[in-house]
């Protein structure tokens, strides 16, 4: 620790704090002392990103890669400064929130609670029984966003094989839309295990490097179906936590850099130890629960209505709405 610190200090190091590198656009390639081969290396062991670089040990890089101790030293050193890796102060923060966008839901009291609508930059989690209009929900946002938001592009990842462009064309309807415009501005693609899901959050992510920021909601419907039935029983619990935890670092990554709304739906299962309260709880535990800012717990009501509640939110009161799933959108109660 203290030797990496007095490194630091070189006049030499000095020189490349100062060196105005274009921050971002800086690839693996560019570092110092990493060549061709020595970058391909690297990328086998899954330190394809400047971040990977980083945040990991002289140690580390130098066991695959080859690399001299200072010279891997020099390279995460690098690696840091080109990433702008520092603090942010209040005011910044303040205002990289005045870019985030709401999407409206098209039921006053459901907007409400979301503090407007649903926030971009963030992932919102909704959990709740079958029937109980999660994907309605989805098909709502991708197509909301493009009302709000002109030329705006949503994506859906379809786990469970429910997306159905008839439903995206009522509600494009509903909302006085040109549905085959509507449905146009939806990509869909199917995944058919959770590895094939991880691979597809990650294409994801390429084409919102290339879209030129069109893509405005990202949505995984369900994000947990394939993870509950690919690691049965307790032995694979923590496998299958670990993977989950890498999709959702994709996600949220998405979500920040890109200022895209993340929605991913959740199954339930039932707590037979619960005796006060719902006896249910979401699939994926804290790894879900601790990514998502915005946790949304959907039931049945009353005579064919639903009710959400937001149970988790950085700066906004927990409570409840009541709602109507119509042919055309979301109607209040
Ligand atoms: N065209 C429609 N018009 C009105 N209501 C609809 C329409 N399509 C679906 N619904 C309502 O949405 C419900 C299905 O909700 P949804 O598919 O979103 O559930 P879910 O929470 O995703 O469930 P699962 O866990 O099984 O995926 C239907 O039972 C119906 O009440
Ligand atoms: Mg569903």
Do not use: W
């Not at 939806?186 to 390429?206: F, W």
């Amino acid at each position: 620790m203290e030797k990496q610190e007095k490194e630091q200090l070189t006049p030499e190091s000095k020189l490349e704090l100062k060196t105005p590198k274009k921050k971002k656009e800086i690839d693996i390639l560019d570092l110092p002392g990493v060549g061709a081969a020595t970058a391909e290396k690297l990328k086998n062991f899954g330190f394809t990103t400047l971040m990977s670089i980083a945040v990991a040990s002289p140690g580390q890089l130098m066991e695959v890669s080859g690399l001299t101790e200072s010279a891997a030293r020099k390279t995460i050193h690098f690696a840091r400064n080109a990433m702008d890796m520092g603090f942010e102060s209040g005011s910044d923060l303040l205002e990289r929130r005045s870019k985030v966008h709401k999407i409206n839901v098209g039921s006053e009291s459901f907007n409400e609670l979301m503090g407007g609508g649903f926030e971009s930059g963030v992932i919102t989690e909704c959990f709740g029984e079958y029937g109980s209009g999660k994907t309605q929900i989805a098909h709502l946002l991708a197509v909301n966003v493009q009302k709000q938001i002109p030329g705006a592009e949503a994506v859906y990842i379809d786990t469970e094989n429910t997306f159905r462009p008839e439903r995206i064309i009522q509600l494009a309807e509903g909302a006085g839309m040109n549905p085959e415009k509507a449905l146009k501005n939806v990509k869909v693609a199917r995944a058919y295990n959770s590895d094939h899901q991880l691979l597809l959050a990650e294409k994801v992510e390429d084409m919102l490097k290339e879209d030129g920021g069109k893509i405005k909601v990202v949505i995984i419907d369900s994000l947990t179906s394939h993870f509950r039935a690919e690691f049965i029983g307790r032995g694979t619990l923590a496998e299958r936590q670990q993977k989950l935890n890498k999709h959702m670092h994709t996600l949220l990554k998405i979500a920040d850099v890109y200022n895209v709304l993340v929605y991913v739906t959740n199954q339930v299962m039932s707590k037979p130890d619960t005796f006060f309260g719902d006896p249910t709880q979401a699939i994926g535990g804290h790894v879900v629960a601790h990514s998502s800012a915005f946790r949304i717990y959907l039931r049945k009501g009353k005579k064919g209505s639903r009710v959400a509640k937001l149970v988790d939110s950085p700066n906004l009161p927990d409570g409840e709405c009541n709602f109507m799933v119509e042919t055309g959108g979301l109607r209040d109660l």
